[in-house]
């Protein structure tokens, strides 16, 4: 049989990247595109080699989870290893599902409708950690636990684990709702790339960056100043952004929210659980609007 190497490795690149991205939504950890592409790149450069050298151990537990670890740290890295650790384990159910309904599939077409007994394993085991992912997400319907949220800002989308948090209390001082507090990783998603070191940095940071030549004006006019208190800390101002949509929760619980983005140059969750802070009050808020008024891209802000 004649195998068109370039045609094997773009299959293989594109089939790892939606599992990448799959696992990272099951996970609620968000990162770039370009991000993906190198961990998919990664795995099909290993499957490629394992087709061409023929290397036994190259197919394998160790070759295969080796390039599973490298996939997922180009991918998501950094990350605190029990965040690493859980996206590797969503990213093999994710492969156990597809491969499995594959070989389901396959069997039944050379069977004649008999189904091989490991691939109902594999698709049956890669579907229960996909459901136990999305249960665990679902949970958001009292304080204090997880949910998923999703910002849209300059037309990118990033999704993340939000935390919800009855102690954030903060709001826009020009009436734009109240503010959730994000990780300055999140945003690096859906801010252009010369605003992501000035995230880190503070505000100041921010609005000089802003000031650029290189900066469209409608970020300009998406910036805000959230004042804030915290305990040991007598105050001071997180750099805030008007995105142009807000979701929160999964499934039937999901809801468009009017809130501002404020960035935290320092990670909320040193462990890696949650990347936003999201008032609770936002559960039983007003839906907002799609797509939020006030946000122009062209031209001024209405």
């Known amino acids: 049989m004649r195998v068109y190497a370039d045609l094997f490795f773009l299959l293989n690149a594109g089939a790892d990247y939606m599992l990448l991205l799959a696992a990272g939504r099951l996970a609620g950890a968000s990162t770039q595109a370009w991000r993906l592409a190198a961990g998919a790149t990664l795995g099909a450069a290993y499957a490629l080699a394992a087709l061409v050298l023929g290397v036994p151990a190259a197919y394998g537990w160790p070759g295969a989870l080796l390039a599973a670890v490298l996939m997922t740290a180009a991918a998501y890295l950094p990350r605190p290893p029990r965040v690493l650790l859980r996206l590797l384990g969503f ?159 999964a499934g039937s619980q999901r809801r468009a929210v009017r809130a501002v983005l404020a960035v935290s140059p320092t990670r909320l969750d040193p462990e890696g659980t949650f990347f936003a802070l999201v008032p609770v009050g936002l559960l039983t808020a007003e839906p907002a609007p799609r797509p939020l008024p006030n946000v122009s891209e062209g031209g001024a802000a209405e």
């Open 91 to 249: 990213l093999y159910g994710a492969a156990a599902m597809a491969a499995g309904l594959a070989m389901v599939v396959q069997g039944a077409a050379a069977a004649g409708g008999g189904l091989p007994l490991w691939g109902w394993a594999l698709a049956l085991g890669g579907t229960l950690v996909a459901a136990a992912a999305a249960y665990d997400r679902r949970r958001c319907a009292a304080p204090g636990w997880l949910c998923p949220l999703e910002v849209e800002l300059g037309g990118r989308r990033t999704v993340c684990q939000a935390l919800l948090d009855s102690g954030n209390r903060l709001t826009d001082p020009c009436g734009d709702g109240p503010a959730i507090v994000v990780d300055a990783d999140v945003m690096a998603a859906v801010v252009p790339p010369h605003l992501v070191p000035a995230l880190r940095e503070g505000a100041l940071a921010v609005a000089a960056a802003l000031e650029a030549e290189s900066t469209p004006p409608h970020w300009s006019r998406r910036f805000r100043l959230v004042p804030y208190r915290s305990v040991g800390n007598a105050g001071g101002l997180l750099p805030a952004l008007r995105p142009d949509a807000v979701w929160i929760g």
